[in-house]
């Protein structure tokens, strides 16, 4: 298999054999027609109109898609809509005020329900006090929250005004939300006191504050008061209470401000190749019809369904598929605070039951740790509603997706395996429950209108059975449309490497491996580049390694991903100190972890931290990163004579045994 070094590999690629969804799920899925991959194919891009008609516009759109200008493609370009008012304002209409648009598990058993109605006021008074605090369309608001409903409102009433969001993982360090203020020059922020996880209160306005005092402009911060008297807070200058402007802003409403389609709606930060986060933007009708089309078409959702994505909004995920997607098709979206071990470990299943959800859509990781856990949690409930399963973030090995169709699914759901990115903005390969048989290990083929080309090296189609990388050879409705620090980078990083701009022919890559098999069916490998893909949160080795070698005494760090059971990978780091062997060890592995829980969070300290005089360089002076995975993984090395000093090979690999 090909990686980023171009060292051959051998993967052993083990997938089942194709399946029939359960028949009553086929009598009613949305798509059920197999002719919608050749409609699509000949239609093209007048094929997309589909996922464009599930929007309510402005301004109809006449043009599908421009490509003059290509990779920078432009989707119904001439159209102008609002996101928050096709997720909301429509709704209210054909008695569905009264529908719950949003359900609420807190981290404490508390429960809130919003109906459409609701979420129509509480986005429309945030609106208005943000307007008050000077926020103009495309002013950018970064939301720094945990699963609250004020998270969605916020992003909502942002999306009402015409202000981008960008929203920053809660879990994210002061470090890593100052960089992202900065680089996106945001000077509006949306935070909170503090939150739980697990039994814990975790102080949120701290890390708010002092990432203020980064920063270069002034900010205004709004606070959301989620501990109230557990985590007193005094506002400061340019702070002001959430349900104080809630208070004053008590029943305004604002009219959602028509956006062109091109028009950015979000900002999302990733980890990609370089030390610098990468400012994926996103627009508001490609993106939004995109979205809603695969709710649609992938995860079936109908608007009576409860609809629950057990993601973090902090993520791609959430944005799309707990936010966007069933808001835009007026269902009922399930969101969570807390982890699915607390209070006990049987806490999904009880959301399920409780609210008799229809779709379920989760991680490999959480699957994983649920089969560890024993099927006894989810027998314990009723889980009868459930009618589709989805996995999305890492590879799910047959196992776990077998554990998974028997122990939740009860053998009565499809399980729809969704491969997609922070770039591709919404689903790009899956099956299409209603059409596709299932092959357990394998995402599917590219959905349709989705060219999906696994190429090697030369940009060559490989033969079924080989693997190469993961690109895709026409633009699509949800992608992203350039990065905010530029539009050189965006080309750089997707686009240079497997096109023929002379031929104008244009092929995004997408940093991923992938085989693809005689039914055309893919499995994705893994991460080709310099990202690890930790339990499905996507970290930069570059962001990690840099965090490392800011602490004293530090020379020189490799990071590198070990496969994990649990994890799918765990992160391994070399370090190299300037004294060479004579270090305290614990006590440096512990100023190195400070560091990186400093710089991004604590989800970036490494499982394992491995000192060692000298990291295995290439005569040019290049650190083998790639042979320190294979180190790491217990794999063979190869040919190690392009090393200028090959001796410390061995000395690493006796000190991974060792421990
Ligand atoms: C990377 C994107 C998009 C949602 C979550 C992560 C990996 C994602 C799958 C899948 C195998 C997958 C890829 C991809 N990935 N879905 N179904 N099978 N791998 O978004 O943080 O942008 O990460 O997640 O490696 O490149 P992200």
């Given at each position: 298999m090909v990686d980023r070094n171009g060292w051959a590999r051998d993967h052993p690629v083990l997938t089942g054999s194709l399946q029939r969804p359960p028949a009553a799920f086929l009598e009613q899925a949305n798509v059920t027609d197999s002719d919608i991959y050749d409609e699509f194919d000949e239609r093209w891009p007048e094929c997309w109109e589909r996922a464009a008609d599930l929007l309510a516009w402005d301004q109809p759109y006449?043009?599908?898609?421009?490509?003059?200008d290509a990779p920078f493609y432009r989707w119904f370009a001439d159209g102008q809509l609002n996101a928050a008012e096709n997720c909301i304002d429509r709704h209210l209409e054909n008695g569905r005020k009264t529908h719950t648009a949003i359900r609420w598990e807190g981290k404490h058993g508390e429960r809130e329900t919003y109906t459409y109605r609701d979420l129509y006021v509480a986005t429309n008074e945030f609106a208005a006090a943000l307007r008050s605090l000077?926020?103009?369309?495309?002013d950018v608001v970064t939301i720094y929250l945990p699963m609250i409903p004020e998270l969605p409102i916020a992003m909502l009433a942002c999306a009402r005004i015409g202000a981008p969001h960008s929203v920053v993982f809660a879990g994210l360090s002061a470090d890593a939300l100052a960089t992202r203020m900065d680089a996106a020059d945001s000077e509006y922020l949306v935070t909170c006191d503090g939150y739980y996880r697990r039994g814990d209160a975790f102080n949120q306005k701290s890390k708010a504050d002092n990432a203020r005092l980064e920063v270069d402009q002034d900010v205004r911060t709004v606070v959301v008061d989620r501990l109230g008297e557990e985590m007193p807070h005094v506002l400061g200058d340019d702070e002001y209470d959430y349900h104080d402007l809630q208070r004053k802003f008590a029943g305004e409403t604002v009219d959602p401000v028509s956006r062109d389609a091109e028009d950015m709606l979000f900002l999302m930060y990733t980890s990609g190749t370089t030390g610098e986060p990468k400012g994926v933007v996103h627009t508001t009708g490609g993106y939004l019809s995109h979205v809603a089309w695969t709710t649609q078409a992938v995860l079936d959702v109908k608007p009576e369904d409860t609809y629950w994505c057990a993601a973090d909004i902090g993520w791609i995920t959430g944005h799309s598929y707990i936010v966007y997607g069933p808001l835009a098709l007026g269902t009922t979206t399930v969101m969570y605070e807390g982890t699915p071990d607390y209070p006990d470990r049987d806490r999904l299943w009880e959301i399920v039951d409780r609210n008799a959800v229809d779709i379920f859509y989760t991680a490999p990781t959480a699957i994983r740790a649920f089969m560890k856990w024993g099927e006894s949690y989810p027998n314990e409930h009723d889980l009868s509603s459930l009618r589709l399963l989805g996995t999305v973030g890492e590879p799910i090995s047959p196992r776990p997706w077998q554990w998974y169709y028997e122990h939740v699914g009860n053998e009565e759901c499809p399980i729809v395996d969704t491969w997609w990115q922070t770039e591709t903005g919404a689903v790009t390969i899956s099956t299409l429950p209603g059409v596709d048989e299932m092959k357990p290990g394998a995402a599917g083929p590219g959905l349709p209108g989705i060219d999906v080309q696994i190429v090697d090296d030369d940009g060559t189609e490989v033969e079924a059975g080989d693997s190469g990388y993961l690109t895709i050879a026409q633009p699509w409705p949800g992608m992203a449309r350039t990065l905010y620090s530029g539009d050189d980078r965006f080309r750089e990083e997707y686009w240079e490497r497997f096109s023929n701009p002379e031929e104008n022919e244009w092929r995004y890559g997408s940093g991923d491996a992938a085989t693809i098999d005689d039914d055309g069916y893919i499995t994705v490998l893994g991460r080709v580049d310099d990202v690890i893909n930790v339990s499905g949160r996507r970290l930069g080795t570059m962001e990690i390694e840099s965090a490392i070698t800011d602490v004293d005494g530090v020379a020189e760090a490799a990071v590198v991903g070990r496969s994990s059971e649990s994890n799918g990978t765990d992160i391994y780091a070399y370090v190299s100190t300037e004294s060479g062997h004579s270090v305290d060890e614990s006590g440096m592995s512990e100023m190195i972890e400070r560091s990186i829980e400093t710089a991004i969070g604590p989800m970036a300290k490494p499982k394992s931290i491995l000192f060692t005089p000298e990291l295995p360089k290439t005569r040019s002076g290049k650190i083998m990163r790639r042979l320190l995975e294979a180190v790491a993984n217990g794999e063979e090395l190869g040919d190690t004579s392009a090393l200028r000093n090959p001796e410390i090979v061995g000395e690493i690999q006796a000190e991974i045994r060792e421990e």
């Open positions: 006449e043009t599908v898609l421009e490509d003059e000077g926020v103009d369309a495309d």
